[in-house]
């Protein structure tokens, strides 16, 4: 049973994946009074880009064919090691922890800023360094964000950590917790490039992930957008999974219907996260290039005041 729903959840996260950034992407168009596309764009766009031809500058090697294809290959390995539909492991899961899947995160990131740069692309190599200049201070964040809920559960296991703060009010409601709660969502509007650190939008002064693809077309245009909805799906259901709503994830004894109906209950869940992330989007301001590492800096404060309590609390 173990392989079936791991075979469930990752179906789940390619065919939802989508779903998630089409509402999103509705959503703040609603909220600014425009008519907005259709939740199911994203799904025609993916559709539209793998009946097109992919063409491939000349000067680049295999590396700028085969990453969106890799990146998609990590981010569905992700889906069958985390806490997504279930609160226990599946057959997967010993393949890694929270760490091991943070390195994971990082491989696709590199991943990506490879395929980009070996483009040759001005845009591609602009989004490329913008993109490592931000991930050379989140990434180190997220690690503090992890070793803290580490040292919470005494383990790195994210279905422990999802066991033990739905079973110890007292960490739930600690003022550890509550900041690693906070940096953890301060590094989640990072990495899934939302307001006020990333626009969507193709101006040069501002876009950064939507420069890396610049010289993608076709499937691997569509390989490429895939992969971006997996990861924001993928870590926003980590934070609700693990860090703010740890409750009612089906346990193994659940059995398969609870399964089921789960990813029911867990779309309504990923569409609380996802209004918070619309209103953002439409009320806030992108800060300068330079001030992006000042709100960095910021989330840094949670995640060592988070560190500085566990030490006082203990």
Known sequence: MLYLYSFIEIVYVLLAAPLIIGVLRSLEERIESKQGPSIFQPYYDLIKLFHKESIVPEISSPIFRFGPYAIVMFYAFLAMILPIITAFPLAFAPSADFIGGGLFFGAAAAIKKFSAIDSRSNYAHLGTSRSASLAVFAEPITVLIFIMLGVISNTNNPFVI????????QWY?????????????MILIVETGQLPVESHTNGELGMIDQAMPFEYTGADLAMYKLGSYMKTFILLSVFLNVYIIPFGVPMESSGFWSIIIYMGIHLLKLLGLIVI??????????????KN???????????????????IIK
């Open 162 to 169: 999802n066991q033990v703060l739905r079973s110890s009010p």
């Open 173 to 185: 409601f600690s003022l550890v917790h509550g900041f690693v709660l906070a940096a953890f969502f």
């Open 277 to 290: 992330f619309a209103l953002l989007n439409t009320t806030v301001s992108k800060f300068r290039l330079y």
């Open 293 to 311: 590492f000042d709100y960095l800096a910021v989330a840094f404060a949670f995640a060592f005041l988070a560190s500085l309590a566990y030490y």
